[in-house]
């Protein structure tokens, strides 16, 4: 069968909708929307531009690049490897995966403890049964569509859809007035909001996921798996962008002060139902974050499979269900002290690998512009990420500093431009010269 039914693609698409909403998409949009005040909608503009425009269009280039690291591939061999490595890295067990785990516990189990309960213990043992079911569900991944687009995404989404209905027939008071960065260039700051729910690096995790699910749904002809998963896609950015607007509505019209998103969105959800807002709240955390883990344990391990054949998936997926589980006893805010020098240094390098795909018979695939492009980007993101982890950079640190928009967080972009260029402009000076002599060189770096 070279077909999949609207039923089997709706159920994708709500597979890959779970996947990608996770801790960070629960989180950062009742933030947004409480520090962005009246200035909402440019700043929700700005942060669906970023946490769904550009996943998408990663999971869009994934599928026509027919994987990350075949799509890496394009800039060198070596750095195939080594950016892929580090994304998986990244996004599940060093990051991501604990991240979903311990906000889990910080949400869903943490206000039901009595106040003289070892955290730490208490922290351990959800953490340890958390990662537990987590691994249990990703040990088979042909049943991922199944569990979660019939059971647990609807079941998500029924949840959050009765809290925003809820606060429609609540008189909350109107928006305030924006604070902070959202009173100056709202726009820009939702944007730079989209990268902390990591769903554009996640996205080039998740598009092995979509295309195994669709060939057991019966799919064989690669051009068919690249449209039904750029349809998925485009289902899945229009789910996300509804609960983002949802979720941002509701910290707008939260009165009471709070530190992150996860306060904003308890204080509406207490005032909304009483005692009974803390089961509700934790079976929404519980499930998201379940959920995000299982297709992040899923993703890596199917890719450090296919790298390393001689270890098998059940090996993998245990390796990095215990490492995660350990990070995840860290403690929330020290993963995401961690997380934003992390993401500085690769976010800008996927958005440039990501639109490097889409435009890719623009430029006719020339390996230069792939080259030069992302050389010049990750310079300039690493040493910014270098600087944000409170180290020196000395002149090149200083460089960077000196770029346009650098205040704005997009240093990065000038140098895109003038790698693309460079790129584009050897094209046309040496047709075909350049590009040889680019790929031997790359042969005998490694």
Known sequence: MNHVTKKDMLFISLMLFSLFFGAGNLIFPPFLGQSAG?????????FILSAV???ILGVIAVAKSEGLQSLSSRVHPLF???FTVIIYLAIGPFLGIPRAGSLAFEM????????????KIALFGYTFLYFG???????????????????????LLALISIIFVRALFHPFH???DPIGEYAVNAFTKGFLDGYSTMDTIAALNFGIVIAMALKQKGLTDSAKIVSSSIRAGIVTGLLLTIIYVMLAYLGSVNQSSAENGAQTLTNVVFTLFGPFGAILLGLVFTLACLTTSVGLLTSCSQYFEQLVPKVPYCIWITVIALFSLIVANLGLTKILQISVPVLTAIYPIAIVLIGLAIAHSFFKGYRAVYIFTTLSVSIVSVTDAWMQSGFSASMLGEFVKS????????????????????????????????????????????
Do not use: H
């Open 38 to 46: 009246t200035a909402l909608w440019p700043a929700m503009c700005g």
């Open 53 to 55: 425009g550009l996943p």
């Open 80 to 82: 195939a490897v080594v």
């Open 108 to 119: 869903g189990v943490q206000p039901f403890l009595p106040e003289e309960t070892n955290r």
């Open 133 to 155: 079911l987590g691994y249990w569900l990703a040990l088979k991944p042909s049943k991922l569509v199944d569990r979660f687009g019939k059971m647990l995404t609807p079941m």
């Open 174 to 176: 109107s928006p305030a």
């Open 403 to 446: 770029l346009p928009l650098y205040n704005l967080g997009f240093s990065w972009i000038c140098p895109a431009v003038a790698g693309a260029t460079v790129g584009v402009t050897m094209k046309f000076l040496f047709p075909w010269k350049v590009e040889k002599e680019l790929v031997n060189y790359s042969n005998r770096v490694i």
